[in-house]
């Protein structure tokens, strides 16, 4: 996790260090948003767990080829569902923490409008607690790749502040090992549709 900051961080440098050298206009932001994430199809996290709800923080760096790279940090919660947690298992209180660094292209459609489209990585990891001990955590950590959209809004003239609507599809990838192959898929595999909504500052 520590890696993917650092990198980003590296990044940043690069990008402003050629703005200071060669004047390019590279537009940096940041973003907070509230994050609504479904897993959808035949697995555990989609049979067994009530949607996760969450926030989440950004960066993104833009050049002005309207191509740029970006990174955001999720925190969601979910529930057991009524009836299942035998089938869940010894534990509860699920929590997924989420990074996705991805590339971003821009299309300006008017001076209030744009749309950015997304495609990265993504990295998971995901807690839960045991029933009989709270203070035992089970963790898992699984990896992905997204794929998403975002519409942006401008508050100002100035361009600084923006409100944004974006939907992501995520894959979830995890090595969960069983003989019985049907068994092992639903455990290992999941795909997460998301709903996000969130402020952006640029400067």
Do not use: C, W
């Amino acid at each position: 996790m520590k890696y993917l900051f650092l990198l980003f961080l590296g990044l940043s440098n690069l990008f402003f260090a050629q703005k200071n050298k060669k004047g390019l206009d590279v537009v940096s932001n940041i973003e907070a948003k509230i994050i609504v994430l479904k897993s959808i199809g035949n697995n555990h996290l989609a049979k067994l767990l009530t949607p996760f709800y969450g926030f989440g923080f950004a960066g993104n760096l833009m050049t002005p080829l309207n191509f740029g790279i970006g990174l955001d940090y999720n925190v969601l919660s979910s529930n057991v569902k009524y009836g299942e947690q035998n089938v869940y298992g010894n534990i509860g209180s699920p929590t997924i923490t989420n990074i996705d660094l991805y590339l971003t292209h821009r299309d300006i459609l008017s001076e209030d409008f744009s749309i950015e489209e997304m495609a990265g990585f993504s990295y998971y990891r995901q807690t839960n607690f045991l029933i009989d001990s709270k203070s035992q955590k089970l963790k898992d950590n699984a990896t992905g790749f997204n794929l998403g959209g975002k519409v942006l809004y401008t508050l100002d003239r100035e361009g600084y502040q923006q409100v944004f609507l974006s939907g992501k599809v995520n894959f979830y990838f995890t090595n969960i090992y069983n003989e019985n192959s049907e068994i092992q898929k639903f455990y290992s595999h999941s795909t997460f549709l998301s709903l996000n909504f969130g402020y952006r500052y640029n400067f």
